[in-house]
């Protein structure tokens, strides 16, 4: 029977029934039956396996089918013996999993011609008892599979994938097709020259989803903010990346804790517990997998509606794989990464050890991510344009940029200086350098140039070090410049850039962004209520605050801060706590506090938001994770109540003196109240407790130690000064 589109077609039906083929799928089928090679660029989940799946079972001989993922191939083998009913010699896989058996049934149905594909692993392939069987046999083509392993420029570089040509050519030559979800043009070119393929011929489709949205966060508060945007998305499945295993854990239990289900997912777990929690996520007992980049290749979970990046991706090849898990099934899918420089520059720190030409490569594909991240421009474009893709539309209405549009400026000038730079130099460099010479800041390599002597350095340092740098990507975007990736991103002008320089014409551009660099990430858990950035706070809401403070310390004869310092009302100003049970949340607001003074605020807050139809952040206080000096707390608090001796609660924790008296007052500042007098009766004079406490409550302008310490200094010890201190916040401001 010849091979035409009918028979196709009614192999379609017959094997794998479906009515239709999906893309390029039958044209690429066709092109690899009538004995080419072929090079399939293709989303995840755009049908990569039937274009070798189907050939394989129509044409002559046996197809060898190369892939890394060793995981997968009895999968896959199932499935095709699934296909074809009572023939199981059909599809077989060699990996080093088999057992000498079953190698041997393997061989007898690979020579006696049953077997139309086998799946290998390309270091099983090229074991030499392999090869001689693979000698004997028929081969109708060589399919590689995730073939961006070829290229150290992709994201899962596999050195065993560079041998492919040479073994194929061991075992005899017959058609190869190539296919890939993740290809840049450099990854692409890579690909075909590794296995010998230039004349392939290319078919890719577009790699736009345009069911994805994608959005860039400040790391300012990240835990906060996924688990707000995760109550706010209930019920639905999503994976969040981190970057370390220790990251990983922490964040699965920490959703835990606050009523999320989550589990973890990384190398370090044993395979069972990995597999278990895998199976988990895609039954939906958990609604959240934490995971680092090890989870996800080859998983087929259709409806997952979210994919964060709680840290910045090493490269965007990566980035886009993993995004691509979002919204398969065509519904929604919500892509954050949360952006901070200095994760940039841990992850350039990580590569240090590393080869140099292995940095080289690592740092520019970074780069690439922080311009994706800090630019204003639509994402899509920006990620299309990545993989070599041009996107046509100016607003794609699925992207944080478009959604909020950055202020843009006719950038004519600056565009035309940056071109004029290019061009006036013999040598090409990259963007970093080029936006260091305009905006006149020197460094070790402008120096060796000399270029901090040239008529350019500093002709734009009106602008900053970032700003040139997005302008330059907004040119490579506009094709008035290429960067040439072989050469690891120097710049060029491209001819529609000379034609712009020629004859300048309005070009817009978007402004620079500015991140907000939060607390250190590494830091222990957020409290409730801490803040990062600062000021973030309802500027309106918290002049009233303060005014009813006021108010209420002149009635109360009270000075301001022993009703609530400035971080609780700015913390008020942000979270809109309106019962007494939410005011506990903010910063130094106890129990004790919150019930003394908290009334009127939160009346004063439930009013402010009904009138001003407010809605108010959900959930907010992130409760943390009990770690062990929460338990030291729990010990010190209840050895008080029982009135030990504060020696002896330090003794048994092993603690300084000075250590538990720096632990009691982080208690008492996070609104706890002690009853501390049965061990100031019994080691401070009456007199000495009652000056200070005076000082205290009239004259103070906060409950600084230091402040006191200046006053009081000369007559009292800082221990005395500290102990009544306790004492009066936790009778007068607690
Ligand atoms: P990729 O390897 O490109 O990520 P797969 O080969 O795993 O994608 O296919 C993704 C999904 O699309 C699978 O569920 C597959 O059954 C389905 N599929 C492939 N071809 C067709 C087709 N012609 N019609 C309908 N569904 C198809
Ligand atoms: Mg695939
Ligand atoms: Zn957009």
């Not at 799946?53 to 044409?59: C, I, S």
């Not at 050195?159 to 097709?177: F, L, Q």
């Not at 501390?676 to 000082?695: H, K, T």
Request: glycine share 8%.
């Amino acid at each position: 029977m010849p091979i035409d589109s009918k028979m196709l077609h009614s192999k379609l039906k017959e094997f794998f029934g479906f009515d239709s083929f999906k893309g390029d799928q039958e044209k690429i089928i066709s092109h690899l039956v009538a004995g080419n090679d072929a090079f399939v660029l293709m989303p995840t989940g755009g049908g990569k396996s039937l274009c070798y799946q189907l050939p394989a079972l129509v044409m002559e001989g046996t197809a060898i089918v190369i892939s890394p993922l060793i995981a997968l191939m009895k999968n896959q083998v199932d499935a095709i013996r699934g296909f074809v009913a009572g023939n199981d010699g059909i599809a077989h896989f060699l990996n080093s999993s088999l057992s000498k058996a079953q190698i041997n049934e393997v061989r007898d149905d690979l020579l006696s011609g049953v077997t139309k594909l086998l799946y290998v692993a390309p270091e099983s392939l090229s074991k030499q008892e392999n090869i001689d069987i693979l000698k004997e046999i028929r081969i109708s083509f060589y399919a590689v599979d995730e073939a961006h392993c070829i290229s150290e420029w992709g994201h899962d570089f596999r050195p065993e994938y560079r041998r492919i040509r040479e073994i194929i050519e061991g075992i005899g030559i017959a058609p190869v097709i190539a296919l890939t979800a993740t290809a840049t043009p450099k990854v692409q070119s890579d690909i075909l020259k590794n296995l010998g393929i230039q004349d392939a011929r290319v078919f890719k489709s577009s790699f736009n989803r345009p069911n994805l949205y994608y959005e860039v966060r400040d790391k300012s508060d990240p835990k906060k903010e996924i688990i707000r945007f995760i109550k706010q998305n209930p019920g639905k499945s999503g994976i969040i990346y981190c970057l370390s295993r220790k990251k990983v854990e922490e964040l699965a239990e920490l959703l835990n804790i606050n009523g999320i289900k989550s589990l973890p997912y990384h190398a370090g777990l044993d395979a069972r517990t990995r597999a278990e929690n895998q199976d988990k996520f895609l039954m939906e007992e958990i609604d959240v997998i934490v995971a680092t980049i090890a989870f996800g290749m080859g998983i087929d979970k259709p409806d997952v509606r979210f994919v964060i990046h709680y840290d910045i991706p090493k490269s965007l090849e990566g980035y886009y794989q993993e995004t691509g898990r979002a919204g398969r099934d065509g519904g929604e899918g919500k892509c954050i990464v949360f952006y901070s420089y200095k994760d940039i520059q841990k992850l350039e720190k990580f590569m240090q050890g590393k080869p140099v030409s292995e940095q080289e490569i690592g740092k520019q594909l970074l780069l690439e991510t922080v311009a994706y991240a800090e630019s204003n421009q639509c994402r899509r474009k920006l990620l299309l344009n990545y993989f070599g893709e041009d996107y046509p539309e100016d607003n794609c209405g699925a992207c944080d940029n478009c959604l909020n549009p950055k202020k843009q400026f006719d950038g004519q000038e600056e565009m035309a200086l940056v071109i004029e730079l290019v061009e006036s130099m013999p040598e090409h460099f990259k963007i970093e350098h080029l936006a260091n010479i305009l905006a006149g800041e020197s460094n070790a390599l402008i120096k060796s140039y000399e270029h901090d002597r040239l008529d350019f350095f500093g002709a734009g340092k009106d602008h900053s070090f970032r700003f040139w740098c997005d302008v330059i990507h907004q040119g490579i975007v506009l094709h008035f410049m290429e960067k040439d990736i072989e050469s690891y991103g120097l710049i060029y002008v491209t001819d529609k850039g000379r034609e712009f320089n020629a004859h300048p014409y309005p070009v817009m551009l978007t402004e620079e962004r500015h991140f907000v660099e939060g607390v250190d990430d590494d830091d222990d858990m957020p409290s409730a209520g801490s803040r990062a950035g600062g000021g973030g706070g309802d500027q309106t809401l918290l002049a009233m605050l303060k005014d009813l403070r006021a108010d209420m310390a002149r009635k109360l004869h009270l000075q301001p801060w022993i009703i609530f310092g400035d971080p609780a009302l700015e913390d008020m100003s942000i979270t809109y706590p309106v019962t007494i049970e939410e005011l506990k949340g903010c910063q130094g607001v106890g129990e004790g506090k919150a019930r003394k003074f908290g009334k009127e605020f939160v009346e004063l807050i439930a009013r402010y938001v009904e009138e001003n139809e407010i809605e108010r952040p959900e959930d907010f206080i992130v409760k943390s994770v009990v770690n062990s000096s929460t338990a030291n707390k729990v010990f010190i608090i209840q050895g008080i109540d029982r009135k030990l001796p504060l020696e002896d609660i330090a003794n048994a924790k092993g603690l300084e003196m000075e250590e538990l008296m720096t632990e009691i007052e982080a208690i008492v500042a996070s609104g706890t109240r002690l009853d501390l007098n049965y061990y100031i009766s019994q080691n401070v004079d009456d007199d000495v407790v009652d000056e200070i406490f005076e000082y205290f409550k009239e004259e103070a302008e906060s409950d600084s130690l230091k402040d006191a310490m200046e006053v009081l200094g000369q007559d009292y010890d800082e221990s005395e000064v500290r102990l009544v201190r306790l004492k009066f916040l936790c009778e007068v401001a607690n």
